[in-house]
């Protein structure tokens, strides 16, 4: 499948990040620069009057072709760019079910600048966009837009399971693109480091080696990028992949596996990194359990 992004855009700071991204992501194709759509949003209201809905269409949709001006003027001549104004029962709604229509591999959403940190606020439409969207979604960290930077380390967390083993499949082949380095990040748990300290040093020894056994692996079987690196951390799995973060310019993570449909559904440590990453943040779907079973849901 061709590569087609899709850049949530309302003239925002955040938007303005999330379209940077998009490009950068876009661009790094392979074959040359991607599709990009540039999709600004707007919500349905429940009104039964047909001439007030269809007014408030007129309506909303002119402030979209507002929005998209600015847009037109950031993305400037790049080719392959459409700029369309979405809607649906919620602005999150209205950017999966674009990209549905539009065949879209990525949503590129934005943070809030809100506050000192620039975060994913729960409840927002960027929450809200990751949770079931039928692809991948990548979240801008707060000032990307300002400091525009090449992706030069991408990393991944990795726990051995099927989800992180998609997320490293993805991370692997972002890391080829951009020929960027590829660090893949496992972290103990803290209940485990603790279980292993009760048990005696040789028995969390053992967990220790186990893990170190389970990155050399992942790392053994990645190929076409010329620098793979792998680090073990202990404590808590979101902080301590939020302080990784810092070092990164990508974090990919995979999303759990709930159901047969193909879907982005975050977790707990997926829902927290998608609001604390330092870096840029690409969540990716589960698996299908079947094509047949995805079609009859």
């Not at 020894?205 to 990028?225: F, N, P």
Request: proline fraction near 5%; hydrophobic fraction near 45%.
């Amino acid at each position: 499948m061709q590569d087609h992004v899709i850049a949530a855009y309302d003239a925002s700071p955040g938007a303005r990040d999330a379209l940077t991204l998009a490009v950068v992501l876009a661009d790094a194709a392979p074959g040359g620069p991607a599709p990009l759509t540039v999709a600004t949003v707007w919500r349905e209201l429940p009104i039964d009057d047909a001439e007030h809905v269809a007014a408030f269409a007129r309506h909303e949709d002119e402030r979209g072709e507002e929005r998209l001006a600015s847009a037109r003027t950031l993305v400037g001549d790049r080719p392959d760019t459409r700029f369309v104004v979405a809607h649906g029962t919620s602005p999150a709604a209205a950017l999966q079910r674009a990209a549905r229509e539009h065949g879209a591999t990525c949503i590129v959403v934005g943070t809030s600048h809100q506050g000192p940190l620039g975060r994913v606020l729960p409840g927002s439409v960027t929450e809200q966009t990751l949770h079931g969207a039928p692809c991948h979604v990548a979240v801008a960290p707060a000032g990307f837009a300002d400091e525009p930077r090449t992706i030069a380390t991408v990393g991944v967390a990795f726990d051995d399971s099927t989800e992180s083993h998609e997320a490293l499949a993805t991370g692997v082949e972002l890391a080829r693109r951009h020929h960027a380095t590829l660090r893949i990040v496992k972290v103990l748990d803290e209940q485990v480091v603790a279980y292993g300290g009760l048990a005696g040093e040789a028995a969390l020894e053992r967990i220790r080696e186990h893990a170190r056994g389970v990155l050399r692996h992942a790392a053994d079987g990645v190929e076409g990028v010329d620098a793979v690196e792998t680090v073990l951390l202990e404590g808590s799995v979101p902080v301590r992949l939020a302080a990784a973060s810092r070092a990164l310019d990508l974090l990919v993570v995979g999303s759990r596996s709930n159901g047969p449909i193909k879907r982005v559904l975050l977790g707990s440590v997926s829902s927290r990194l998608a609001r604390e990453s330092a870096c840029a943040l690409l969540a990716v779907p589960h698996s299908a359990a079947s094509p047949d079973a995805a079609d009859a849901a």
